[in-house]
């Protein structure tokens, strides 16, 4: 207790609790403008740590990474952009009911829930670090492999319109990865003979592109029509009864705690962060619920288990990162960085032998979430002028700064190529029906699941190891049947559509064959 | 031929010229799977999909139900949008971050815009305003050192 209560007054101390505020501000910040996620704002934030004490310096990034969270949701509910890609599941019923004229019940939703998801996910975090990750370092190669087929099964799975295409889409998004070095003997492959693509492509130029531009282009077509007039028109004001969203956040306890815990154990989960936790939370949800067809049109249900996964999923990352020293994320691979760069050891003896600040970490988590809410309430105003800029003042910004975000990976203009190639390829897969999250999520998971598919035959040849050993199996069976259950589904519901004949008959079917 | 059915057999066409790409890949002696062996895995397994989405469009065109009329798209517009960012691309090179922002937040600007001549002195305020600010924000304060071209 006497180390809570002196982390506690080390937080608190004026310098400490500035920088601790500073940077939940560049986080929501960053995260709120597209393009510019919390793991470069967290790199842009990291040199001006190098001079602070350890905890300050450690409070100022965990800051970030909870102010980014949150604001990466702004900018999701309101522009329909994810500012993160742990946002990308809340702009599917942010932006919709953004639309539908209530952006601030959008927006609150999404920052309660964040609030919520988090605190209950610092609980874990705090006193059952070593518990929880215990069965996530037994694993090897082979249930890594079948959990990051199960996460992009199921995503794949999400797919509206048709599941063949979200399967096309996952598995182009693993194509895309197995391009440059092979990750094992760092082999250049897929080259064509160009050295930019001797790396291979990197992920937030795709990311950037995949969703900025292709949303972008995708309001551009819409340019005088009724309805992208009424876009921004309807987005007067975030004014909300706090008190009556969260009441609705807490009328849905099960969604809640669901969707935290996927996150959190997401989290836990080495190199798998929020962007999979968000969207795998919105799945579950989906599939939970007793009206699914409902999600996607701007119902809360889907905001609440995007946004309480991607907090939760901050306590998960920090509990590998703090217990084992491994990164549970982009995000906390830099946080690691940042403790070498400090002379800390992580690791399993980093919480015993660095007590005061592994407990300044747990208090600083705790009160960036209290904080968050404060500054966001203060400062929506300022991003409801931003998003109610019109379009084509709003439009050319918006890709300037992907641009930069692009570019400042490693400040080559290839990035930005590539941000224009994927963009392109974004805006023809919205307009062919393939859905964005499986390619994004097979970006994501592709160099994991190279790298445990060829460990796991390198280290035994026997392949029938990845249905017999337990985990692994279980994994890959719930994979089959996420398939099953999502065919299964369609076939109902083209079962539905059959009763009832379309409007037009033999005329309307004759139209669709010319 | 239908759209599907022309994005399936594109696929493929991408999966067999990727396929043998792939086995140009030097295979480092004493290794037991070559870097070939995962992208071959993963180009069967999508051109196993594409097929399948060929023969879905096929089989199942017939079945689909009548989809409402769709709401006619400025696609045009997108077209010159598209032009216009390739257009930044190459100016970032060419012309430096500051020109090129400006003209490109201008030139995107006035095509999106309502193209009056009574705007243009606003989005000449907004270009100039959007160059100058995050070059001094991402340039001079946080250091990211943006595209200088031959004159900036």
């Known amino acids: ?514 | 031929m239908r759209r599907d059915t022309g994005i399936g057999l594109s696929m493929l066409a991408l999966c067999g010229l990727f396929y043998w790409q792939a086995g140009r890949a030097l295979t480092p002696p004493f290794v037991p799977i070559g870097p070939a062996f995962y992208p071959r895995v993963i180009l069967i397994l999508l051109a196993v999909l594409a097929v399948w989405l060929i023969a879905e469009d096929v089989f199942t065109a017939r079945r689909r139900a009548a989809t409402p009329a769709a709401a006619v798209l400025n696609y045009r517009l997108v077209v010159i949008c598209f032009i216009v960012f390739g257009g930044y691309v190459v100016g970032l090179s060419l012309l430096g971050y500051l020109l090129a922002t400006f003209l490109f937040v201008l030139g995107l600007g006035w095509v999106m815009g309502p193209c009056k001549a009574g705007d243009f002195p606003t989005l000449a305020l907004v270009a100039i305003g959007t160059a100058i600010v995050t070059h001094l924000i991402f340039e001079k304060y946080l250091h990211v050192f943006l595209p200088s071209g031959l004159l900036f």
């Open chain 1, 1 to 514: 207790m006497d180390l809570v209560l002196n982390s506690l007054m080390a937080i608190l101390e004026p310098r400490t609790f500035v920088s601790l505020s500073l940077g939940i501000i560049a986080g929501l910040v960053g995260g709120a403008i597209p393009g510019i996620t919390i793991t470069m704002t967290i790199i842009l934030t990291l040199p001006f740590t190098f001079g602070m004490e350890p905890v300050q310096g450690l409070a100022t990034m965990v800051g970030v990474y909870v102010g980014g969270e949150s604001g990466g949701l702004v900018s999701a509910c309101l522009i329909g952009i994810p500012g993160t890609p742990s946002a990308i599941a809340t702009t599917f019923d942010g932006f919709p009911m953004a639309r539908k004229g209530e952006p601030g019940r959008a927006v609150w939703l999404g920052i309660w829930s964040s609030f919520l998801g988090g605190l209950i996910a610092g609980v874990p975090l705090v006193i059952g670090a070593t518990q929880l990750a215990r069965l996530a370092v037994t694993f090897g190669p082979w249930e890594y492999f079948s959990l990051f087929v199960l996460t992009l099964s199921i995503v794949a799975s999400l797919s509206e319109q048709s599941l063949i295409k979200g399967l096309i889409a996952g598995t182009f998004g693993l194509l895309v990865t197995t391009i440059g070095a092979d990750p094992i003997m760092a082999v250049p492959r897929l080259t064509f003979g160009w050295e930019f693509l001797r790396t291979g492509f990197p992920f937030l130029p795709i990311l950037i592109g995949v969703f900025g531009l292709s949303q972008i282009m995708s309001d551009v077509e819409k340019a005088g029509t009724t309805h992208a007039e009424t876009r921004l028109e309807r987005l007067t004001s975030l004014r909300v009864s706090h008190l009556a969203v969260i009441k609705e956040i807490l009328s849905q306890p099960v969604n809640l705690v669901r969707s935290t815990l996927i996150g959190l154990w997401i989290g836990i989960l080495p190199a798998v962060g929020g962007s999979a936790a968000n969207i795998l939370a919105y799945d579950q949800a989906k599939k939970a619920s007793r009206h699914p067809e409902r999600f996607g049109t701007g119902i809360p249900d889907g905001i609440i288990s995007t946004e309480s996964s991607n907090n939760a999923n901050i306590g998960g990352s920090l509990i590998t990162m703090m217990a084992f020293g491994i990164p549970g994320d982009a995000v906390t691979a830099v946080m690691l960085g940042a403790l070498i760069i400090h002379g800390i050891q992580p690791g399993p003896l980093f919480v015993t032998t660095n007590a005061p600040i592994a407990y300044g970490m747990f208090v600083a988590y705790f009160l960036a979430h209290a904080l968050t809410v404060i500054y966001e309430w203060a400062g929506l105003r300022f991003a409801l002028r931003v998003v109610a800029l019109p379009l084509h003042i709003l439009s050319p910004i918006i890709l300037v700064l992907c641009v930069i975000g692009s570019y400042a990976l490693n400040n080559i203009i290839e990035n930005v190529w590539t941000f224009f190639l994927f963009g392109i390829l974004g805006y023809l897969m919205v307009k062919t029906g393939f859905p964005l999250a499986p390619l994004i999520l097979g970006v994501i998971l592709g160099d994991q699941i190279e790298v445990n598919f060829i460990r796991a035959i390198m280290t035994s040849s026997d392949w029938t190891l990845f249905f017999t050993r337990p985990w692994s199996g279980a994994m890959l069976a719930l994979s089959v049947l996420s398939f099953a259950y999502s065919l299964w589904q369609r076939r109902a519901a083209l079962g539905g559509a059959r009763a009832v004949p379309p409007p037009g008959g033999a005329e309307a079917e004759a139209d669709l064959e010319s």
